[in-house]
């Protein structure tokens, strides 16, 4: 078989693979792709996202020191909020991660102690994997966290969304985040905003929410486009 013929099968297989998915992320783009929307941060923004918290009872979320949870049957998180302290579990691996002070953190492989110098790939994926996770499950209790600000978006048939922009904290801060609230101000989904996803706007479901031993209101499951994202293993304690 001549060269220029291997060249030309092998162009063919290539766009047989890639244009199938050239064509379904530009169907994506046009369909789901939005410019972030333009707020002012406003009295008014404060007051509907404290209804929100407050329509989550937020001071169950307060007197809610541990929680644990299982995100997506991948990474495994016992996080005591009051110590700023969280184990996080992967695959054979466990960090015993210090939020305060990530670098102090202990690794474990199958329950042997790396050392430092072997630690820091497996500290940066646990502080990367829990600030994502945690996001997951309460979001919406982070609205006045240091560094956000609100506004007020209109929508279609006299709504309005809360826009949350983060300048700082986590682990990509630029971020927004636009909930949707129902009549009672608990809300049923958010569009995100944000710098590790290609598409914006993209819209994600808050509407299978557990009332856990502490009272604490957590979703179980999430929907963003085609996918599912399972929370599972949720327990909570004082």
């Known amino acids: 078989m001549s060269a220029k013929k291997i060249l030309k099968i092998c162009g063919g297989i290539i766009v047989f693979l890639t244009l199938p998915t050239l064509l379904f992320f530009g169907y994506l783009y046009f369909k789901y792709d939005e410019d972030l929307p333009q707020g002012t941060p406003s009295k ?124 700082s904290g986590g682990s990509t801060p630029g971020d927004s985040y636009m909930w949707l609230l129902d009549e009672d101000y608990k809300p049923t989904a958010f569009k995100m905003w944000v710098s590790i996803l290609p598409l914006n706007g993209l819209e994600a479901s808050w509407s299978d929410w557990t009332t856990t031993e502490t009272g604490l209101k957590l979703p179980e499951f999430h929907k963003l486009l085609f996918l599912g994202l399972d929370i599972t293993d949720i327990k909570t304690a004082f």
């Open 44 to 167: 008014a923004a404060d007051v509907v996202a404290q209804n929100m918290l407050d329509a989550l009872d937020y001071e169950a979320y307060k007197k809610t020191n541990y929680i644990e949870w299982t995100f997506s049957k991948r990474h495994h998180f016992k996080w005591k909020k009051n110590e700023n302290f969280c184990e996080v579990y992967w695959k054979n691996l466990r960090v015993d991660l210090q939020l305060d002070s990530p670098n102090s953190s202990d690794v474990f492989v199958d329950n042997v102690q790396l050392s430092s110098e072997e630690s820091k790939e497996y500290i940066d994926k646990a502080v990367n994997y829990f600030n994502n996770d945690s996001f997951w499950i309460v979001a919406p209790y982070k609205v006045f966290d240091p560094g956000t600000t609100r506004s007020l978006i209109p929508l279609e048939h006299n709504r309005q969304g809360l826009l949350i922009s983060y300048s």
